[in-house]
């Protein structure tokens, strides 16, 4: 497994992967299933968009995950880190994320304490820097 800077042939890949990778969000709660992927997709297209973000590809024969970054005030904020289903729990992930802290002096992210995806930050080195408690109120 290799990882690179975006191309725009992974454009393809990328929406994919992104199809689908969240199936814990509210949104599929809240919305139906097409409008919920289409949100994520519609994120990832913007990222991909956006010329101040950078995002880097793993591939093997084919782009099997990808990480999006974006600056936010003096730091980098991690938006988007997906893997295909396929190929999780062999540490691409981790490898994404390590590769991405080379190019950046402070990456932080906001996920879910108790998540796959802040198991593979803590594998790659990021501690808990604020913990809040937060109650989500609405009805749905
Ligand atoms: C989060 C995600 C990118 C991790 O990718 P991955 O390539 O599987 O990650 P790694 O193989 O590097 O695993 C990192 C750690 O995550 C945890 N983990 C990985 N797969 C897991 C699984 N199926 N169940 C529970 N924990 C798991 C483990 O703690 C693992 O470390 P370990 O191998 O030392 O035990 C992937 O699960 C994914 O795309 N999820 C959907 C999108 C998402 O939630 N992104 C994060 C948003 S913040």
């Known amino acids: 497994m290799k990882i690179r800077p975006f191309k725009p042939n992974d454009?393809?890949?990328?929406?994919?992967l992104t199809k689908g990778a969240f199936p814990q969000s509210y949104?599929?709660?809240?919305?139906?299933?097409?409008?919920?992927d289409d949100i994520?997709?519609?994120?990832?297209?913007?990222?991909?968009?956006?010329?101040?973000?950078k995002t880097f590809v793993a591939y093997q024969s084919e782009v099997v995950g990808f990480i999006s970054i974006?600056?936010?005030?003096?730091?980098w904020?991690?938006?988007l880190l997906i893997v295909d289903e396929r190929?999780?729990?062999q540490g691409i992930g981790t490898a994404l994320v390590r590769e991405t802290?080379?190019?950046?002096r402070a990456l932080f992210v906001k996920t879910q304490k108790d998540s796959v995806g802040a198991k593979t930050y803590e594998k790659a080195?990021?501690?808990?820097?604020?913990?809040?408690?937060?109650?989500?109120?609405?009805?749905?």
């Not at 599929?28 to 409008?35: E, G, H, L, N, S």
């Not at 994520?40 to 973000?53: G, M, N, Q, T, V």
């Not at 802290?101 to 950046?104: E, G, L, N, S």
Request: with cysteine; hydrophobic share 35%.
């Open 11 to 16: 454009r393809k890949a990328i929406i994919r």
């Open 27 to 36: 949104l599929y709660k809240v919305c139906t299933k097409k409008q919920a």
């Open 40 to 53: 994520f997709i519609h994120w990832a297209k913007e990222l991909l968009k956006d010329p101040k973000s």
């Open 70 to 75: 974006s600056p936010f005030k003096k730091y």
């Open 77 to 79: 904020r991690v938006a």
């Open 87 to 89: 190929y999780r729990g």
């Open 101 to 104: 802290q080379k190019h950046t």
């Open 125 to 140: 080195g990021f501690e808990l820097i604020i913990y809040n408690a937060i109650y989500k109120w609405g009805k749905l």
